[in-house]
C-alpha cells in the first residue's frame, strides 16, 4: 500500500488545527474585538466623508491616525495571543499531543471558517486603505497647518495670502520620492513629540536646515530659465504727514533668465540659474544674514573667490569651511511664510482703502501703534481699537463723530495687519524672519551685493550699482512721468 500523497486541502487543515485550538484565548479575542470595532468605526467615518461630511484636524487625527493604529493593534493582538497560549501549554506539558480535528461537516464550523476568510479580506483592504489614508492625510495641509495650530498658526497665515496658498506644505517641505517621505516622518514623529512635551522653539528657527534643495521642490513646478524679462515694480508709499502724501517708487526688475532669442543668460535669473554656473558660500550667522565667503563658478569653468571686507578669519580657514549651494530660497526664502513689514503692510491697506487716507495721520499713528508691544493677539485687538478711537477723539474730536465708521474700519484694518504678522505666543514680532529679496529693511541682495565683497587681490568686486538689478524710474514721486505715460496722460 503507497500512502496518498497529502493535497493542498490536508495541508491547510493540518495548519488550521492548531490555529483554532490556541486561537480560543483572552488576548486573541481582546484582538478580534478591537479589530472589529474600530473597523467599523472606520468604514462608518469613510462613508460619511465619501459623502461631503468634512472632517476637521483634530477629528482628523483620529480618524486617520488613531482608529488605523487601534486596527492594526488589534490585528497584531491576534496572533500573540496564539503565540502566548502555545508557550504557557507548552511550559506546562499542557499541549495536546494531537490538536483536536476540525470537522468539515460541522455546519456551525464550516459558517466560521467562511467568516474568518471573509473578515480577513475585508480587512486587508481596509488595512490598505486605512495606510493609504493616513499617509495622505499626513501630506494634507489641514493636517501641517492646523493640527499644532498654535505652533503653525504664524506660517500658516501667511501662506495663506501668498501666491502659493493652492500648493501643498509638503510640495515644498517634502517634495517627491521615497527617502525625503521617510525622513519627514521620522523628524515629523519627533515634531509631535516635541510638541506634546512643549520642547519646540519659539519662534520655529528659520533657516530650516534640511530643507531639500529647490531643484527638487520648486523646480517641479517653476522653470529656473523661463524668461521673465524685465518686470514693471509699481509701489505706493504714503508719507507720515497729516495728509498721508502719497508718492510712487517705479522699478523696473531685470529679473531676466534665458533670451529666448539669442539663447543669452540675461538679468538676475539669468545670471545666478544659468546652468553650469554655481554660488557656494558661507556665512557668519545662523541666519546666514552676514556672508563672509563665496565660490562663483562661472559656466565656462572659471572659479572665481570673493571675501568679505570685514571677514575676520584668514581665508585657508574660510576655503576649508563647509559652504552652503546657493539655490532659489537663498533669495526666494519667504515665497509664502511672507510676513509683512508694518510700513508696507499700511501702505497697501493705504491704497486698498482699508484705511481710509482722508483720514489725518492715519499712516504715523497707524506705525506707532502697530509697534507697540502686547502680551497676545488678544490684548493687541483691543488696546489698538481703544487706542485708536482715543487719538481721533482727543485730538480731532469734529472728525471723530462725522467719520465714527471710517475710523471703526480702520481700526479692524490695524487689528488685521497686527494679527497676520505678530504672534506673541511664539515670539515672533515684526522683522523675526528676515525677507532676503530686496535691500530693505532686511540686507537681502545686499549681504553679497554691498560693494565690500571683492577677489582676495582686490581687483573685481560683486557689483553693487543701482542699475545692476533694476531700473529705477521714479523714487518717491507724488507724479511720475513714467505712470503718466503709461496711463495715457
Ligand atoms: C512655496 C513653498 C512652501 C510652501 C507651500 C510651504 N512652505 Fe514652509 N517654508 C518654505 C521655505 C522656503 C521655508 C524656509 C525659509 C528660510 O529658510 O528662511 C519655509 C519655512 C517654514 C517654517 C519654519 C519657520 C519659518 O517661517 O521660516 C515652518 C514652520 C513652515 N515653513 C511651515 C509650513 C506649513 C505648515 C506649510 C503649509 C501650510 C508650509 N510651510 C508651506 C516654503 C514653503
Ligand atoms: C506645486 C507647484 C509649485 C511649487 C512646488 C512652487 N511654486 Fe512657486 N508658484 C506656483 C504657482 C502656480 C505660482 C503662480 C501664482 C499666481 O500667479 O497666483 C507661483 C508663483 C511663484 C512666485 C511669484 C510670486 C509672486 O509674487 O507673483 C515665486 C517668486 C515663486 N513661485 C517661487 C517659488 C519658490 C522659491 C518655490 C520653492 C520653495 C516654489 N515657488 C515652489 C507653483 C509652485
Ligand atoms: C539671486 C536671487 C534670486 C534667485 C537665486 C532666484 N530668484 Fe526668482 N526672483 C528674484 C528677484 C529679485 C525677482 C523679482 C522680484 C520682483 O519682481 O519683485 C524674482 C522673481 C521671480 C519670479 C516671478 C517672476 C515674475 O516676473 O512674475 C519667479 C516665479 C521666480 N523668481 C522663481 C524663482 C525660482 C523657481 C528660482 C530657483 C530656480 C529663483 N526664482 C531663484 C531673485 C532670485
Ligand atoms: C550669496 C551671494 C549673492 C547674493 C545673496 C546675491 N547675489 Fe547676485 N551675484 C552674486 C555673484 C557672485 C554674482 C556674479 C558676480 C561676477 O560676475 O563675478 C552675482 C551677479 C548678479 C547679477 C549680474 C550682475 C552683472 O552685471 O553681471 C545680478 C543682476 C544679480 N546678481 C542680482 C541679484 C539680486 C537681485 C539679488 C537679491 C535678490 C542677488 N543678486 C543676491 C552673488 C550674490
Ligand atoms: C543686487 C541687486 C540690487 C541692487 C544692486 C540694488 N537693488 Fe534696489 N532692489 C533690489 C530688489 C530685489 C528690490 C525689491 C523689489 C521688490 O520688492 O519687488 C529692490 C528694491 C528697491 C527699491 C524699492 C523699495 C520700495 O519698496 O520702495 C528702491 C527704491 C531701490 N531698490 C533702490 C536702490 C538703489 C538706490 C540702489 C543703489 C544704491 C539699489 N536699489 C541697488 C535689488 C537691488
Known amino acids: 500500500m503507497t500512502a496518498a500523497r497529502p493535497s493542498l486541502f490536508d495541508w491547510a487543515r493540518g495548519l488550521a488545527r492548531p490555529v483554532f485550538y490556541l486561537g480560543n484565548n483572552r488576548l486573541s479575542q481582546l484582538g478580534v474585538g478591537l479589530t472589529t470595532a474600530s473597523a467599523i468605526t472606520l468604514i462608518t467615518f469613510y462613508t460619511t466623508e465619501f459623502f461631503g461630511v468634512r ?18 493593534f488589534g490585528l497584531f493582538l491576534i496572533p500573540a495571543g496564539i503565540g502566548r497560549k502555545f508557550r504557557r501549554e507548552k511550559l506546562a506539558g499542557r499541549l495536546p499531543p494531537e490538536y483536536p480535528r476540525i470537522n468539515l461537516a460541522d455546519p456551525q464550523l464550516r459558517e466560521t471558517i467562511l467568516f474568518v476568510m ?65 525622513r519627514s516622518k521620522l523628524s515629523g514623529a519627533y515634531q509631535v513629540l516635541s510638541v506634546n512635551l512643549n520642547l519646540y522653539s519659539r519662534p520655529i528657527p528659520t533657516p530650516i536646515e534640511d530643507l531639500r534643495p529647490s531643484r527638487e521642490t520648486c ?27 502719497k508718492t510712487y517708487t517705479v522699478l523696473s526688475m531685470h529679473t531676466g533668465g534665458l533670451d529666448p532669442l539669442t539663447r543669452e543668460p540675461r538679468g538676475n535669473h539669468g545670471v545666478h540659474l544659468q546652468p553650469g554656473s554655481r554660488i557656494d558660500y558661507l556665512a557668519a550667522d545662523h541666519e546666514r544674514q552676514q556672508i563672509v565667503y563665496l565660490r562663483y563658478r562661472r559656466p565656462d569653468g572659471d572659479l572665481i573667490e570673493y571675501i568679505a571686507a570685514d571677514a ?13 549651494e546657493m539655490d532659489c530660497m537663498d533669495c526666494h526664502n519667504r515665497p509664502t511664510h511672507t510676513f509683512e513689514n508694518p510700513g508696507w503692510a499700511l501702505d497697501q491697506a493705504l491704497e486698498a482703502g482699508r484705511l481710509d487716507p482722508a483720514l489725518p495721520f492715519t499712516k504715523k499713528q497707524g506705525l506707532e501703534l502697530l509697534q507697540l508691544s502686547f502680551a497676545s493677539q488678544a490684548e493687541a485687538s483691543s488696546q489698538l481699537r481703544t487706542r485708536l478711537r482715543d487719538f481721533y477723539r482727543s485730538q480731532y474730536p469734529a472728525l471723530f463723530n462725522a467719520r465714527r465708521q471710517a475710523i471703526e474700519q480702520a481700526a479692524d484694518t490695524l487689528v488685521d495687519i497686527y494679527s497676520r504678522n505678530v504672534f506673541p505666543q511664539m515670539n515672533i514680532f515684526w522683522g523675526t524672519y528676515p ?6 529693511p532686511f540686507p537681502g541682495c545686499f549681504r ?6 571683492s577677489t582676495p587681490d582686490g581687483s573685481r568686486t560683486i557689483p553693487n550699482d543701482c542699475s545692476t538689478c533694476h531700473a529705477l524710474l521714479a523714487y518717491e514721486d507724488a507724479n511720475p512721468d513714467i505712470l503718466r505715460s503709461l496711463r495715457g496722460n
Open 55 to 72: 472632517i476637521g484636524p483634530y477629528v482628523g487625527i483620529i480618524v486617520f491616525l488613531i482608529f488605523p493604529a487601534v486596527f492594526v
Open 118 to 182: 471573509v473578515m480577513s479580506g475585508v480587512n486587508l483592504a481596509l488595512f490598505l486603505t486605512a495606510t493609504y489614508r493616513g499617509l495622505h492625510y499626513m501630506d494634507s495641509v489641514q493636517f501641517c497647518g492646523l493640527t499644532c495650530h498654535r505652533v503653525m498658526q504664524p506660517e500658516y497665515t501667511a501662506y495663506q495670502n501668498s501666491p502659493h496658498a493652492r500648493v501643498a506644505c509638503v510640495e515644498c517641505h517634502i517634495g517627491p520620492g521615497a527617502p525625503w517621505f521617510v
Open 219 to 245: 523646480e517641479q513646478c517653476h522653470w529656473p530659465l523661463k524668461f521673465h524679462g524685465d518686470k514693471l515694480v509699481v509701489r505706493s508709499h504714503f508719507a507720515d504727514d497729516e495728509a498721508n502724501t
Open 312 to 324: 575676520a578669519q584668514p581665508i585657508e580657514e574660510l576655503r576649508a569651511s563647509p559652504l552652503r
Open 435 to 440: 525677507n532676503n529679496l530686496g535691500h530693505d
Open 448 to 453: 553679497c551685493h554691498d560693494g565690500a565683497h
